[in-house]
């Protein structure tokens, strides 16, 4: 699912966070300008996770 230019296909994750997560995530996001999904996935390579480099960039257009 999704538009992934060269990692392949990609698929829908959705999980269930305590409300207090969700909030540091998205004061994380205001703070570093990366988007939720980029935090994420930097936290899941971090943790030994394979993720594509390119996916580690922010999909939003340039302002």
Same mark, same amino acid.
């Given at each position: 699912m999704g538009n992934a230019k060269n990692? /392949? =296909?990609?698929e829908t994750l959705q999980i269930t966070i305590p409300v $207090?997560? *969700? *909030?540091? @995530? &998205?004061? &994380?996001?205001? $703070?570093s300008g990366d988007t939720m999904r980029v935090i994420v996935l *930097?936290? @899941?390579? *971090?943790? /030994?996770? &394979? $993720? =594509?480099?390119d996916e580690l960039l922010d999909r939003r257009k340039p302002k």
């Open positions: 990692s /392949g =296909p990609e $207090v997560t *969700k *909030k540091s @995530l &998205r004061m &994380r996001s205001a $703070v *930097k936290a @899941l390579s *971090k943790a /030994g996770i &394979r $993720v =594509p480099d």
